[in-house]
């Protein structure tokens, strides 16, 4: 009996310290898992009236004749101007199908575009700029 409870005590004392060494090695999550974020809102508190100034990008400037027959206001800042811009050439389809980066402009967007045939999807930012007066 001693013997078959020594030999029981040393198998159960290996498996206990089996299970602790695996319990404390960091194992990565299986790959076909996905993680989950909880969605946190916050809410401010409206007590104090806002004190800081729209500037840069944000900023209604006063716009060109040209930009104006465009975007339909006087004065604007230059992301309204571009969100509507880009609105006018989704609307009229002036992208190019084969190349979507490339903008064919009409006698509207020439009259904002420097007189150009096709601009860049990128060169739009910097051709507006002139028609933003100070």
């Not at 100034?53 to 006087?74: D, F, N, Y």
């Not at 006018?88 to 084969?98: A, F, G, R």
């Amino acid at each position: 009996m001693a013997l078959s409870f020594g030999l029981v005590s040393s198998i159960l004392a290996a498996e206990t310290a089996s299970t602790h060494t695996l319990a404390f090695r960091p194992q990565a999550p299986p790959s076909r898992l996905r993680m989950v974020r909880a969605v946190t809102s916050a809410t401010v508190s409206q007590s104090q009236p806002s004190t800081t100034k729209i500037r840069g990008i944000m900023k209604p400037r006063k716009v060109s004749p040209e930009m104006q027959a465009l975007v339909g206001v006087p004065e604007i800042s230059r992301t309204q101007a571009l969100k509507l811009i880009w609105a006018y050439i989704k609307d009229n389809n002036l992208q190019d199908p084969e190349n979507k980066r490339v903008i064919k402009c009409d006698e509207t967007l020439k009259k904002v575009f420097a007189g150009r045939d096709q601009v860049g999807m990128l060169e739009i930012a910097g051709l507006i700029s002139p028609h933003f007066l100070k």
